[in-house]
């Protein structure tokens, strides 16, 4: 390549971030980017330097088995590597559109004055042609690679396929526009072609071009120009590198000035996307919780490598198409792997429904319970918060056609305003407003803190609906969201919802008795479905301060103004108010 200007000068240059959200969330994808650049070592071969001692001079491992041809895709005027691969036995053959034959009369080499392009054309070779024409189709590849084509490499890469990109034992390459990662198009793009490599092959060593600079991009110095080796998965058996880069192999591109010191050129996954909730430290993350939230952040990244316009999975549920948040590990997840979600909820809940009553399920996450549930009701009500669930929620409503949900992005509480609420990544289903007291395992993920809408399901819900089945799952906001919907609650047959300790002391900073006082005006049953327990009108209070108090968790307790025979014994339940009696008779 011809040298480049000096670009940027001695100091680093800080670049504003564009798209994405803070400064946080982009080091964090800048970072998980640049992982897939971290070298490792191969056992058992060594590296070596080929083609000029400066500019134009490449490290690569020292192995040529099974390797008959080079392809050299731009050169400029510089074919010293060239030379360098040629000595070893390989027909080299270049390409390059801005100069003409630079060896003529060496038989060793072959010149074409063509582009490098992701579309082949008049003047146009693309990596499938070429592979096409080269590869002998041996079980080992026999085609090196070498390209520094001028920022056209990840186009190229993108648009090459699976099959043509893993024929090569080893590529060489210059990647350049490093400091585009700021931009979001261009942040794609660059992981969509990193990824893609990666299938196939191992970073061995990274160099950067000096006649570029660094550029600082939310906290994450990244150098404008590397070049990079990449390996082949399938012919090398790989380490950790212990390496620190420039090596004793490398030498400045431009001589004039010292090379950039990379270090390991270790990008360890961040999670770090912004201050925690109540400014949890990160460092009191357990490991495996730590884990997951590095699990989501690759989940997410896979995703945006189809295109930066990907937004969810699509699933063949047993009840027809759902989206689904790719980061989800909870009921994305679920869904992914089982094709349904919580059926024995659903199962009870729907058994509470009748075909010409209505239903409000609060906490609606996705939608997975709302669309099944919607087939058997007249009307349901849907209330999500989290406004990235709620896009999902109102996709799989219009996927499955269920015309008699409404939809209501807000959050239930017990006053109309604005709240502080937590996106989680890693369990969606987690999201929450913002806790009184904060713990890493709402946090571990670093959720971003929004303001979401508020507002007193009495003031906003119909005065005459009846509802055969309030289903609630709010993540400790019940408290606050029963407040505001004691009305309701008057019209309502049956209540269900999540009992978790934690979310009582460390989200609403309340007693079960708070909580159970809400309650107990408007229903004379309490039913523990996990232990076919059922409770009875003042009995209620105490029980769930029991529960309380030693820790006893339940992703459902249901709450009935009446029981009815056929109900129970189509559930398989025993009545307790028989049982009641005949212990009283006893």
Known sequence: MAQLPYMLGPNFQELRRLVAKDDFELQTQIRNTLRLLEPQKVKGHRKARFGSANDGGYVHLDDFEGVDTALSLGIDHNINWDKDVADR????YQFDYGVDDPAPDDPRMAFFKVMIGPNSGPGVETLETLVERFDKKRERPN??????IECAEWTVIEATSLDTISRFSQITCELHNFQGLSHEGWRQTCFRALRKLAKFYAPIHVHANNCADFTIIAGVPVPEILEVTFANRALYEFEDSDEVFPTELDAPCNPNRPDLFL?????????ETRPSAAGNDNAQVPDEWKARAEAATERRQRLLSFGPRAAGLLVASQDGPLVVDAEDSSVGAILLEQGSYADHEYELARSLIRPEGNALIVGAHIGAHVVRLAKHCRELIAIEANPRTFSLLEANVRLQNSTNVRLLN????????????????????GSKRKPVHDQFYYSYDNPEIIEVDCARLDDILPEDKNYDLIFMDIEGSEFFALQGMQSILGRTNALSLEFLTHHLRDVAAVSADQLSELIMPHFAWMFIPGRNEFV???????????????????????FLKELDSAWLANRGLTDPRTKAQAETTV
């Not at 036995?89 to 080299?92: C, H, K, N």
């Open 410 to 429: 807000l959050a239930a509480g017990e006053k109309a305003g604005k709240i502080e609420f937590l996106q989680n990544r890693d369990n969606t289903g």
């Open 263 to 271: 270090g390991a050129f270790r990008f360890q996954a961040s999670t």
């Open 89 to 92: 036995g390989l027909t080299v």
């Open 143 to 148: 085609i090196l690679l070498k390209m520094d």
């Open 536 to 558: 009875q009108g003042n009995e209620i209070g105490p029980r769930m301060r029991q529960m309380h108090a030693s820790g006893e968790n339940h992703d459902c307790l249901y």
